[in-house]
């Protein structure tokens, strides 16, 4: 899907994008995205991964004026199913395509959401137990507190070494970034998904969490890598460039999780 994504930038360019430059941001993503490291964690973390670069993929569609499909519905909704934070890139991705005109079925589809999340609470009530998973409770500050911790989770991932970059911090400044983008991104659609996916970055350094053997926050650190890289290959743009490298050289510390699994 990070290849689909890729095609969709280069599909108007004159020229195509050479073999081995379109090879090169496969494995840079492969880093960027820990998929080794999510691998071997054994999690559900993967499939997260999957179904958010899904999700983008399919904004991307709608924002070249093609139809909403299927899978990018069903992958909003499946998205909070796999992990309640991922709920941050389902409101982004439901408000953009809100913007874009769908409004009934982006409400319809934040309802499902809304009702599944609840009806797996009252199965866990009905049992006996708290309304969300114990290891939720126990590794989120928003779910064990309330919103009355958000501001201080937002400054704990702000600080948080993961090791041995800050990450939130990385991340915030990816947000700024494509909010200094937007004037320079032609197309109205890309403008609204950059600020759209603003939000879920913002949405995640308030209320998820960063770190944890380099899988909490991989979802939202590689849509956001995989649109900027979109931004660099559409618009030429050494800002987004020099971002997209900057990424990949964060992402390096992925690599510490191959070696250190094993150990964990």
Partial sequence: ??????????????????????????????????????????????????????????????????????????????????????????????????????????????????????????????????FLPDSVLAKSNIASSGVAKIWANFQANLLTISPPMPKGLVLLLAALFLSAMISSISSKPLKQLALCLVLAIILHLLAGRIGWLWRYEMYIWAVSFAFIVLLALIYKNRLAKFASVMLLLVSAEHLIAIAIIPQA
């Fill in 1 to 130: 899907f990070f290849n689909r994504i890729i095609d969709l930038a280069v599909k108007d360019r004159a020229y195509p994008l050479a073999d081995c430059h379109r090879f090169a941001l496969l494995i840079a993503f492969a880093l960027v995205a820990n998929l080794i490291g999510l691998a071997f964690t054994g999690m559900e973390h993967n499939l997260q991964l999957l179904l958010a670069v899904i999700v983008l993929h399919g904004l991307l569609q709608v924002a070249n004026c093609e139809k909403a499909t299927s899978l990018l519905w069903l992958g909003i909704i499946a998205m909070p199913l796999v992990r309640y934070e991922t709920a941050s890139l389902s409101a982004a991705a439901l408000l953009f395509l809100f913007i874009r005109g769908m409004r009934w079925q982006a409400i319809a589809a934040g309802v499902v959401i809304t009702a599944l999340l609840a009806s797996f609470s009252g199965f866990l009530l009905s049992l006996g137990l708290g």
